[in-house]
């Protein structure tokens, strides 16, 4: 059984930082990729960011320069940190693990970034 704990979101001012964190919870072993996907009120929920079990990371292009995916293997715990946030940025982020052939989602946090 795998389940997904995520933290970290809210409310934050344009142009401020916030950082979200996943943490496994459950058994780890043959968790690959994680990452963040989001999803706006009325759109499809898109890709943020991802990063493998070796470190190579991959990032959306409208947060390329902004967001840092990072996580610590120990811990089975992913983050990503969002820099110079825009009101675009406001979102349910969802975070997502790779075990084997299995894909598994956390319940989402929101993020609000007020003008």
């Known amino acids: 059984q795998v389940q997904l704990v995520e933290s970290g979101g809210g409310l934050v001012q344009a142009g401020k930082s916030l950082t979200l964190s996943c943490a496994v919870s459950?058994?780890?072993?043959?968790?690959?990729?994680m990452g963040w996907h989001r999803q706006a009120p009325g759109k499809q929920r898109d890709l943020v960011a991802t990063?493998?079990?070796?470190?190579?990371?991959n990032y959306a292009d409208s947060v390329k320069g902004r967001f840092t995916i990072s996580r610590d293997n120990a811990k089975n715990t992913v983050y990503l940190q969002m820099n110079s946030l825009k009101p675009e940025d406001t979102a349910v982020y969802y975070c997502?693990?790779?075990?084997?052939?299995?894909?598994?989602w956390g319940q989402g946090t929101q993020v609000t970034v007020s003008s």
């Open positions: 997502v693990a790779h075990r084997f052939s299995a894909l598994y």
């Open positions: 459950g058994s780890g072993f043959g968790i690959n990729t």
């Open positions: 990063i493998t079990r070796g470190g190579s990371t």
